[in-house]
């Protein structure tokens, strides 16, 4: 199952997430995040290789607004901290609560500046097939 998509928009970046789980999706929605903005990690600094370890707590009212204030946050602490994280280690997940921390690495260079993440045609489901989807716009 890929991770996540590109999806076509005039003026900001959309995309649509999969997950086997919710724990999956919102995973793939903050690597599809980074990645299609291309949030490059450093390597070849001295300091660059070691691997950033970042606690992270998010409360929200319902599933949907979770995703979006996950994905705020995560976004906040890369730009204060200029890191980018490529991983989250759950320790507490239910509909309206995250708990646990990110892994990453001190970030290189952005490639598109993502200024918040949106509510505007936003989407989570679960697919027959018990698969997880979702759908999120990016103001760039």
Same mark, same amino acid.
């Given at each position: 199952?890929?991770?996540?998509e =590109?999806?076509? #928009?005039? @003026?900001d /970046?959309?995309?649509?997430?999969? &997950?086997?789980? %919710?724990?999956? /999706?919102?995973?793939? @929605?903050? =690597? &599809?995040?980074?990645?299609?903005?291309?949030?490059?990690?450093a390597? @070849?600094?001295? *300091?660059?290789g070691?691997?950033?370890?970042?606690e992270?707590?998010?409360?929200?009212?319902?599933?949907?607004?979770?995703l979006?204030?996950?994905?705020?946050?995560? /976004?906040?602490l890369?730009?204060?901290? $200029?890191?980018?994280? #490529?991983?989250?280690?759950?320790?507490?997940?239910?509909?309206?609560?995250?708990? &646990?921390?990110? %892994?990453?690495?001190?970030?290189? $260079?952005?490639? =598109? +500046?993502?200024? &918040?993440? *949106?509510?505007?045609?936003?989407?989570? $489901? +679960?697919?027959?097939?018990? *698969?997880w +989807?979702?759908?999120? /716009?990016?103001?760039?």
């Amino acid at each position: 199952m890929k991770k996540y998509e =590109i999806l076509e #928009h005039k @003026a900001d /970046l959309k995309i649509r997430v999969f &997950g086997k789980d %919710l724990k999956e /999706l919102f995973e793939n @929605a903050m =690597i &599809g995040m980074f990645e299609s903005a291309e949030y490059e990690p450093a390597f @070849a600094e001295a *300091t660059a290789g070691k691997e950033i370890k970042k606690e992270i707590k998010v409360s929200s009212l319902d599933l949907p607004s979770l995703l979006v204030d996950f994905l705020s946050e995560v /976004l906040y602490l890369s730009e204060v901290n $200029r890191e980018v994280y #490529h991983d989250i280690q759950f320790k507490n997940f239910s509909n309206k609560n995250i708990e &646990g921390n990110l %892994l990453g690495k001190k970030l290189k $260079r952005i490639g =598109i +500046q993502i200024k &918040g993440v *949106t509510y505007h045609n936003l989407e989570v $489901r +679960q697919k027959k097939d018990k *698969t997880w +989807q979702a759908t999120t /716009l990016f103001d760039i």
